[in-house]
């Protein structure tokens, strides 16, 4: 099609390209891709099933900003999050752009939308989970066969605070445990390597587990199962299903755990551990494998007692030994300031 085509075409004309070709050759993950394909599958829907219009007719001009509109109030009715909706809205717009370089014509169009404001959000406390939960949580996998093999990368997850889809795509060769300092060796994001070590008795646990779960015929795949006779490698989605059964299973003895327990949250958890038990903020970001030291700040949040510590190291002593002027009159002080 021209460049300078007419806007009055199908609005799923360049979606194929977009999610097989563009993204992939940007350098975009797998998971970056998916979460796009997710955000035009439910824009579809919502054309189809939440407006009733046959998705063959549905062009950019019907792409206005009340329609748009509309769809973040289908997905609100649907129980998405305001930051799940903000998240939909910039694949979207993300989608557009790239219509708007491939047809000119659909500039105006992807520049109206490109105007819809994100909702507000509140940002609260991220949560964490404490090693009383997080060992509740591994507990509940069997001994052998698939509840080995989970116990074993929900604790690789843990202790490596890496990111699932990372996880999920380690090979047996990616592990280098028959030397004084085993380590794991991790590609993130942008397909950037980074080294991981492994320590206390996870490199023991990782042998055993290499050596002995069945069905390995071979492979160099990590993580497996066994499909049509053939490992197959699980899927970030299936490590999400095991974390969310056992998660739900530990909650039984323990309510504290969070209702909604996800990958992220261990890497979450592990990354303030660290920080709350001495390691440099600069150390944690390299573990991350953060690019941008600000993003790690999200992670690690100090412990009560840091700032404890922190405020009596900037704390003169004469402060601390002389008594404040207003000691033994709180009362009065009070009452004059209106105050029980």
Not at 16 to 37: I, M, N, Q
Not at 177 to 199: A, F, M, N, T
Request: proline share 5%.
């Amino acid at each position: 099609m021209s460049k300078f085509a007419k806007p009055d075409v199908f609005f799923f004309l360049y979606s194929y390209d977009f999610l097989e070709g563009y993204l992939p050759g940007c350098g975009r993950s797998a998971h970056t891709v998916e979460s796009y394909r997710d955000t035009l599958t439910l824009f579809k829907r919502f054309v189809t099933e939440g407006k009733g219009i046959d998705i063959r007719s549905f062009t950019f001009i019907d792409c206005t900003c009340d329609f748009v509109f509309s769809f973040l109030e289908w997905l609100e009715r649907n129980g998405n999050t305001v930051t799940t909706r903000n998240h939909r809205l910039a694949g979207l717009k993300g989608y557009l752009d790239y219509c708007a370089y491939r047809n000119v014509a659909i500039e105006s169009i992807a520049g109206q939308i490109d105007m819809v404001k994100p909702y507000p959000t509140v940002k609260g406390e991220k949560t964490i989970l404490t090693d009383t939960q997080l060992s509740l949580i591994l507990a509940q996998a069997p001994k052998d066969g698939k509840g080995r093999r989970n116990a074993t990368l929900l604790l690789l997850l843990y202790e490596t605070a890496a990111r699932v889809s990372e996880i999920a795509n380690l090979n047996v060769s990616d592990l280098h445990l028959d030397r004084p300092g085993p380590y794991v060796k991790l590609s993130g994001k942008g397909k950037k390597e980074r080294i991981i070590p492994l320590v206390d008795r996870l490199p023991a646990i990782l042998e055993s587990y290499v050596a002995e779960y069945p069905g390995r015929h071979g492979t160099d795949i990590l993580f497996y199962s066994i499909h049509g006779g053939e490992p197959q490698r699980l899927s970030v989605r299936s490590i999400e299903s095991i974390l969310k059964q056992y998660s739900d299973a530990a909650r039984a003895h323990d309510p504290t755990i969070p209702p909604k327990v996800h990958p992220h949250m261990f890497r979450r958890s592990k990354a303030t551990y660290l920080y709350q038990h001495g390691m440099a903020l600069e150390q944690v970001s390299t573990l991350l494998g953060h690019s941008q030291l600000e993003t790690t700040r999200v992670y690690a949040k100090p412990s009560v007692e840091q700032m404890r510590t922190a405020i009596e190291k900037i704390t003169p002593e004469r402060d601390k030994e002389q008594l404040p002027l207003w000691y033994g009159k709180e009362d009065e002080i009070s009452r004059r300031l209106g105050l029980r």
